[in-house]
T-cell receptor, first 112, second 113 residues
Framework: GENVEQHPSTLSVQEGDSAVIKCTYS??????FPWYKQELGKRPQLIID?????GEKKDQRIAVTLNKTAKHFSLHITETQPEDSAVYFC???????????FGGGTRLMVKP | EAGVAQSPRYKIIEKRQSVAFWCNPI?????LYWYQQILGQGPKLLIQ????????DSQLPKDRFSAERLKGVDSTLKIQPAKLEDSAVYLC???????????FGSGTRLTVV
């Protein structure tokens, strides 16, 4: 089945700096890669996703890049703010195309 | 639109007891998932339903866990008997289609003592 690795497990940045979280996946047939943000005690919420027919997608301060050849994708957050502090999960669709496999998560801490 | 509803929010039980969780997905979402999230880890799929049929339950510990989705809407997940290592947040998610992503419920935090 699909295997998703996520790095780093924790990331601390100063407010205003950029943050980058990286994920690799194992199944070359995967074609959908969402990112979820989970604040303490709350549900994971979809913040951005990318499909395999594009290499980059942006939404205001967040962007995701995908390298299908290398089987890795990354989340980029620019001009970080304290409210960006949360755990971020990447995910990839499985080879049957019907469920998501999640990475282990990255705890992002934005220091004011 | 209303979100995915789950209950209870919290549950504390002793080991070897049984417990049940309930999920009501977003109206019109045919696919429903139960995930287990252990503290500090990513969600791990337990079971996936398409309408009232099971699509994948390969990671469900069937000796103690069971789940059903009667009439293709609400779903219940049961653990009997519970073990200490079952302490986790149990997340229900539903989806209109996988390429639209999941919507998660608030989860049930289970503590087994």
């Amino acid at each position: 089945g699909e295997n998703v690795e996520q790095h780093p497990s924790t990331l601390s940045v100063q407010e205003g700096d950029s943050a980058v979280i990286k994920c690799t996946y194992s199944d070359s047939a995967s074609n959908y890669f969402p990112w979820y943000k989970q604040e303490l005690g709350k549900r994971p919420q979809l913040i951005i996703d990318i499909r395999s027919n594009v290499g980059e997608k942006k939404d205001q301060r967040i962007a995701v890049t995908l390298n299908k050849t290398a089987k890795h994708f990354s989340l980029h957050i620019t001009e970080t703010q304290p409210e960006d502090s949360a755990v971020y999960f990447c995910a990839a669709i499985n080879n049957a195309g019907n469920m998501l496999t999640f990475g282990g998560g990255t705890r992002l801490m934005v220091k004011p | 639109e209303a979100g995915v509803a789950q209950s209870p929010r919290y549950k504390i039980i002793e080991k070897r007891q049984s417990v049940a969780f309930w999920c009501n997905p977003i109206s019109g979402h045919a696919t429903l998932y139960w995930y287990q999230q252990i503290l500090g880890q990513g969600p791990k799929l337990l079971i996936q339903f398409q309408n009232n049929g099971v699509v994948d339950d390969s990671q469900l510990p069937k000796d103690r866990f069971s789940a059903e989705r009667l009439k293709g809407v609400d779903s219940t997940l049961k653990i009997q008997p519970a073990k200490l290592e079952d302490s986790a947040v149990y997340l229900c998610a539903s989806s209109f289609g996988i390429l639209y992503g999941y919507t998660f419920g608030s989860g049930t935090r289970l503590t087994v003592v």
